[in-house]
C-alpha cells in the first residue's frame, strides 16, 4: 500500500532555514506528482507546492514563492522541501501528497511533521 | 484566483441525523471537486473525488453532489467516527496547483 513519511521538522528560528523530506513506498514514484499541504495550528489546510514526476515543473503558494523549493530523487523516492528565511507565520504541519493525475485530487497524504518558527 | 467557501463553519448534529456541507467556487469551476474528511492529529483521506465519486473504502453514507460553483457533500446517517472536518479542494486557476475550502467541522449535538 502506498506509504509517505515525512522528516524534518522541528523548531528554528526566523530568517532560518529548514529542509524537509518525505519518502515515498508502495507505488511508482517517478510515475507521480507530488505536493505539500500544510496546517497552522487549529487553521485549515493551505496548498504549498507541487513537482511534476520528472522534476521538470514546479509551482507554488504565493506566500512561499520565493523561499521555498521543492525537489525530488526519484532514484531515493524521495520528496523535499527546502525552506529558506522562515517565518512564524510558515508554522504548520507540513503533509506531502501524492497527486491523482486523473482526478486533480490528492489521493494518499502522510501523517506529517510539524515545523515550529519561533525565537 | 478560484475562492472555495464552506458553510456552515460549525454543524451541530447528533447521531443519525442527516449532514448536508456545501462548498461554494468564486467562480465556475470544473466538476473536478473532492472532499476529504479530516480527524484531530491525523492527515486528511480522500472521501469524493470528480463531485460524486467516492473514493475506495467509503462508505455509502457519504455521497456528493452539484455543479457550476454550487457542490455539496451529504451523509445521510451519522456515525459516531464522522463527527471531523471536512474540507473541499479545487485545482487553481494553473494547471497543478490546488485550493481548498476553509472546512466544515461537524460536531456532535
Known amino acids: 500500500q502506498v506509504q509517505l513519511v515525512e522528516s524534518g521538522g522541528g523548531v528554528v528560528q526566523p530568517g532560518r532555514s529548514l529542509r524537509l523530506s518525505c519518502v515515498a513506498s508502495?507505488?511508482?514514484?517517478?510515475?507521480?506528482?507530488m505536493h505539500w499541504v500544510r496546517q497552522a495550528p487549529g487553521k485549515g489546510l493551505e496548498w504549498v507546492a507541487v513537482?511534476?514526476?520528472?522534476?521538470?515543473?514546479?509551482y507554488y503558494s504565493d506566500s512561499v514563492k520565493g523561499r521555498f523549493t521543492i525537489s525530488r530523487d526519484n532514484s531515493k523516492n524521495t520528496l523535499h522541501l527546502q525552506m529558506n528565511n522562515l517565518r512564524a507565520e510558515d508554522t504548520a504541519v507540513y503533509f506531502c501528497?501524492?497527486?491523482?493525475?486523473?482526478?486533480?485530487?490528492?489521493?494518499?497524504w502522510g501523517q506529517g511533521t510539524l515545523v515550529t518558527v519561533s525565537s | 484566483e478560484i475562492v472555495l467557501t464552506q458553510s456552515p463553519a460549525t454543524l451541530s448534529l447528533s447521531p443519525g441525523e442527516r449532514a448536508t456541507l456545501s462548498c461554494r467556487a468564486s467562480?465556475?469551476?470544473?466538476?473536478?471537486l473532492a472532499w476529504y474528511q479530516q480527524k484531530p492529529g491525523q492527515a486528511p483521506r480522500l472521501l469524493i473525488y470528480?463531485?460524486?465519486n467516492r473514493a475506495t473504502g467509503i462508505p455509502g453514507r457519504f455521497s456528493g453532489s452539484g455543479s457550476g460553483t454550487d457542490f455539496t457533500l451529504t451523509i445521510s446517517s451519522l456515525e459516531p467516527e464522522d463527527f471531523a472536518v471536512y474540507y473541499c479542494?479545487?485545482?487553481?486557476?494553473?494547471?497543478?496547483?490546488?485550493?481548498f475550502g476553509q472546512g466544515t467541522k461537524v460536531e456532535i449535538k
Open positions: 501528497a501524492k497527486d491523482d493525475p486523473g482526478w486533480e485530487v490528492l489521493s494518499d
Open positions: 508502495g507505488f511508482i514514484f517517478s510515475s507521480y506528482d
Open positions: 513537482i511534476s514526476n520528472d522534476g521538470s515543473n514546479k
Open positions: 467562480q465556475t469551476i470544473s466538476n473536478y
Open positions: 470528480a463531485t460524486s
Open positions: 479542494q479545487q485545482r487553481t486557476s494553473w494547471p497543478s496547483g490546488r485550493t
